[in-house]
């Protein structure tokens, strides 16, 4: 069986129904569900599961409600594939940004009821956190088809230009990249993508995440980690501040402390992984983003194989 790690996803991968099937199989993810709704005080099964020809509810993409959701899925679908990977060579773990608590768990760093408690207050601080209405905002926007280079002269000029602030806060991919900060920098930015023949697209965040400009949220969110249990990890993970594997929970505290501020350095993880020997990338959440990500990540590399195990079936066939 070939080294593997295990992916897991973060915003942006949320679906209408996500989790469901795992919930109503097993009752170990059914009491997740549970208990990330009496820890976020909000119907997480009412905004998530519905008909399937239904629309998804604007409350999907509230960082309150997606926080804990996202994570009871991804740990969901990591209990329900623990046995199998148990009998695998595992390489190590490794989550984008909010998917990061999902590894951690994972690794038996942090207990499932102590990454719950975590999100929730996650996703309330940084939602409260917001942004300044008006031209003073704060946001986020992916760039696409510009390579690194590129993209670093644009925000250094667009920080330039209009005396504000910005970064790239994820290194996705090689041509994936995605840039955080105040809207006269963001908007600056956005037309130096399009003058290079690039594309940049707007999120439906609440803040610039992943930048200094957390650092009120993320000091708060310090306490927080500060009152978990932290335990060695079982492999290792790779953390997004770094790209490097830790198992000691010091060092992994402290690293998840600066998360919240710090850019998520997703294709220094990718690259080490595969340095590190794993050759099978399987992403444990409801899309398939991750899987698509390493792909690319690993341009050139006929060695690899990427799969997502979204479901019950997909996690029986990893």
């Known amino acids: 069986m070939l080294p593997t790690a295990f992916l897991f996803p973060g915003q942006g991968s949320q679906e209408l129904n996500?989790?469901?099937?795992?919930?109503?199989a097993q009752s170990a993810a059914m009491d997740l569900w549970l208990l990330a709704e009496k820890c976020s005080g909000?119907?997480?099964r009412e905004i998530y599961w519905g008909a399937p020809d239904a629309a998804p509810a604007p409350e999907m993409s509230d960082t309150r409600a997606l926080q804990p959701a996202l994570t009871v899925v991804n740990v969901s679908l990591w209990l329900a594939a623990k046995g199998k990977a148990q009998a695998m060579s595992v390489v190590g773990a490794a989550g984008h940004?909010?998917?990061?608590?999902?590894a951690l768990c994972a690794a038996g760093v942090l207990s499932v009821e102590d990454v719950v408690k975590a999100v929730c207050e996650r996703g309330k601080l940084m939602a409260d956190a917001g942004s300044p209405s008006g031209p003073s905002g704060h946001g986020m926007a992916a760039v696409v088809k510009l390579p690194l280079e590129t993209v670093e002269a644009i925000v250094a000029k667009a920080a330039g230009q209009s005396g504000a602030f910005l970064?790239?806060?994820n290194h996705n991919s090689p041509a994936q990249f995605v840039i955080s900060g105040e809207k006269p920098a963001l908007d600056a930015a956005s037309a130096l993508v399009k003058e290079a023949k690039g594309r940049a697209v707007p999120l439906a965040v609440s803040g610039a995440f992943h930048s200094p400009l957390m650092s009120e949220?993320?000091?708060a969110f310090a306490k927080v980690l500060d009152s978990l249990a932290w335990r060695p990890a079982a492999f290792p993970v790779y953390m997004n501040v770094t790209g490097q594997a830790e198992t000691d929970p010091g060092v992994l505290k402290a690293?998840?402390?600066a998360q919240m501020t710090s850019s998520v350095l997703w294709t220094v993880t990718m690259r080490g992984l595969y340095a590190a020997g794993a050759r099978r990338f399987v992403e444990l959440g409801p899309k398939s983003v991750l899987a698509k990500l390493a792909l690319q990540n690993l341009e050139g590399k006929d060695d690899i194989i990427a799969q997502a195990a979204g479901n019950?079936?997909?996690v029986a066939d990893i």
């Open 167 to 169: 970064r790239i806060a």
């Open 18 to 24: 996500m989790g469901r099937d795992v919930a109503e």
């Open 255 to 257: 690293l998840l402390t």
């Open 312 to 314: 019950m079936d997909a």
């Open 217 to 219: 949220p993320a000091n």
């Open 42 to 44: 909000l119907k997480l």
């Open 97 to 102: 940004s909010l998917g990061e608590f999902a």
